[in-house]
């Protein structure tokens, strides 16, 4: 089990809220690890965050099947294993609004 993990804020003052903010380049530089969380605040009425099951359904902006499917305007998802997340909003994945980390033992 980890514990402590960092946390970090998708987007910085963007929040998940900006389809032309390149979150692709935010999460780029960062090295993330088990344990680690990712903070997704956002207007529910407009937007959402979907975990892709794989690359193909996050290339197709498809949200079903997901790994996780949220609509609540603020979200702190846990990285629980090693491996590649894939995270687009439900709205606006077409217009950008995506982007995959490789989270690290």
């Not at 949220?70 to 846990?78: M, T």
């Not at 491996?83 to 709205?91: P, V, W």
Request: glycine fraction near 10%.
């Amino acid at each position: 089990m980890v514990l402590g993990g960092t946390s970090y804020h998708v987007g910085r003052a963007a929040d998940w809220n900006d389809h032309l903010f390149d979150y692709q380049g935010w999460a780029w530089g960062i090295y993330f690890h088990v344990g680690d969380s990712l903070v997704f605040s956002y207007h529910a009425d407009v937007h959402s965050v979907v975990v892709a099951s794989n690359r193909e359904l996050y290339d197709a902006c498809s949200s079903t099947p997901n790994l996780g499917l949220y609509q609540s305007g603020y979200e702190e998802l846990v990285l629980p294993v090693a491996g590649t997340y894939y995270f687009f909003c439900g709205n606006q994945c077409n217009q950008g609004m995506k982007f995959i980390i490789t989270v690290d033992p």
